[in-house]
């Protein structure tokens, strides 16, 4: 898809989308000028409060061969006060995937004067939007039905303030989210960890990033007794994935994934209701994996090691069982109190290669806890540090990536719910505080290294038609967030 900053006033296309807040009254030139071509109607449907502006809201003429455009669009974000890159994101987004849906070719891009002026971000969010717009779950109806994709977009009037460097890195941004987003739409017998290590690998070598996959014999040489005890009651072996990208700089950020291609709950088994949505139990690898890759075409100048374990949780007969204790990596003991408590695990392992392999600052992203439901729901991603610091950089990160991070505590008084009669922790049962004790417990790991967690468990997916201002599907949660930590770590944002 082109991608095409307009120096022309409104360029012809199938679709004039206009964003437009509560408060726009005045089109301002070039609109006004459609707008008396259009007999007023645009003009029409403000005045009359027929179009509020409301988040989400739209309101369409047909062009009738009175302008260049098949269809007029205006398309509501809300109160300025209100809006955030998060909720544009989610609502712009959305309005071109509709227009794609339905067979529209070509896009021009506009915003009234009060919005414009009010967000000069968000030429950038509409820009990486655009590319957003063209992600499509995959299909495997024997039909083969699909949608067309759009062929360009102009950025036109009040969103065209950005330079062909922006742009370009807008599409590649945009892609590697609908890489993370198509990941996790895959169906885990068609994305087992060995084909997904294998589509990495192919990844990093167009890129040419140094990159190392090693199967359960190095794992078990290796000492990552908590990585492996989850992966035994699969008939898919496990993977774990490396990519390294030197790009420059005294600090080399470790990002560390959850990649979990199913999750049945193992021998502590989940409820049959909905699991077919634990295929997507692997965005945290999806999201970390796609950022590197990211960070390596933009030749942002970072250091980055990325690790992504890869396994199925599975109940099969080899499967580790309640009360079973397993001997991590870093040679702490843990017992298993739940087989569903996981995901912890694999990143306990994970943490620790990440240190001895250079991480100096660690971040990771998990689907962890179903408690996260609770505290934030859709809307944001609950997290824990152990540096604030370190943190208010992620969270900055975040904020320009348009993905909400909201900090939970982790007072010293929740370690002793870690302890355990015969290990050194456990992995489950803590009776209070399920999110900040998943994290607390990767925490045991991370050998005093500046560290933030992110649970991605409700931002990662959204299957919430009542949450609107988010993503629907697959978000690709934290590819932004991690592109832009790469960018403040390094200077160069």
Not at 270 to 298: F, T
Not at 439 to 456: A, C, N, R, S, Y
Not at 468 to 480: A, F, I
Request: aromatic share 6%; glycine share 10%.
């Amino acid at each position: 898809m082109e991608l095409i900053l307009s120096t022309d006033s409104l360029p012809d296309a199938d679709v004039l989308l206009i964003l437009a807040d509560e408060s726009s009254k005045s089109l301002g030139e070039p609109l006004a000028s459609i707008n008396e071509k259009l007999n007023n109607g645009l003009s029409t449907l403000i005045s009359s409060g027929e179009f509020k502006g409301k988040i989400g809201e739209t309101a369409s003429i047909h062009g009738l061969g009175l302008v260049p455009f098949k269809k007029v669009t205006l398309l509501g974000l809300g109160k300025i006060e209100h809006l955030d890159r998060q909720r544009a994101y989610a609502v712009v987004h959305q309005s071109l995937q509709s227009i794609r849906k339905a067979n529209n070719k070509t896009v021009t891009l506009t915003a009234t004067p009060t919005l414009s002026s009010s967000c000069n971000w968000l030429s950038e969010v509409a820009a990486i939007s655009c590319i957003l717009a063209q992600f499509e779950q995959k299909s495997y109806k024997s039909d083969g039905e699909s949608y067309p994709q759009l062929e360009s977009v102009h950025l036109a009037y009040g969103l065209n303030n950005l330079d062909q460097g922006k742009i370009g890195e807008a599409k590649v941004v945009g892609n590697y989210v609908n890489l993370a987003r198509r990941w996790v739409n895959e169906p885990s017998n068609h994305l087992t960890p060995e084909r997904f290590a294998e589509q990495v690998a192919t990844y990093a070598d167009q890129l040419g990033l140094k990159y190392e996959v090693f199967g359960p014999e190095q794992m078990n040489r290796m000492g990552m007794g908590a990585l492996l005890g989850v992966a035994k009651g699969s008939r898919q072996e496990p993977r774990l994935v490396k990519i390294i990208y030197n790009g420059g700089g005294n600090s080399t950020l470790g990002f560390i994934g959850k990649g979990v291609t199913f999750d049945t709950g193992g021998i502590s088994i989940k409820p049959a209701a909905h699991m077919e949505a634990m295929k997507g139990d692997m965005a945290g690898a999806a999201a970390v994996l796609s950022s590197v890759l990211c960070i390596a075409e933009l030749k942002i100048p970072a250091n980055i090691i990325a690790v992504a374990p890869l396994t199925e949780n599975m109940p099969g007969g080899n499967a580790q069982k309640p009360g079973d204790v397993v001997t991590s990596l870093s040679g702490k003991t843990i017992e298993i109190i739940n087989t569903d408590a996981e995901g912890r695990l694999i990143l306990a392992d994970a943490t620790t290669y990440a240190i001895r392999n250079g991480a100096t600052h660690l971040i990771d992203l998990a689907t962890l806890t179903g408690a996260a439901r609770y505290i934030t729901g859709y809307f944001a991603t609950p997290a824990i540090t152990t540096d604030e610091k370190f943190f208010e950089m992620v969270k900055k990160a975040g904020d320009l990536a348009g993905e909400r991070i909201w900090l939970l505590p982790n007072y010293v008084d929740y370690e002793p719910l870690l302890e355990s009669k015969i290990a050194d922790i456990r992995n489950s049962d803590y009776g209070q505080a399920g999110t900040i004790m998943g994290g607390m417990f990767i925490q045991q790991f991370t050998e005093g290294k500046p560290w933030v967690h992110l649970d991605i468990a409700y931002t990662a997916d959204n299957d919430s038609p009542e949450s609107k201002t988010v993503m629907q599907g697959p978000s690709g949660m934290g590819v932004r967030t991690l592109v832009n930590l790469a960018k403040l770590m390094s200077g160069s944002s």
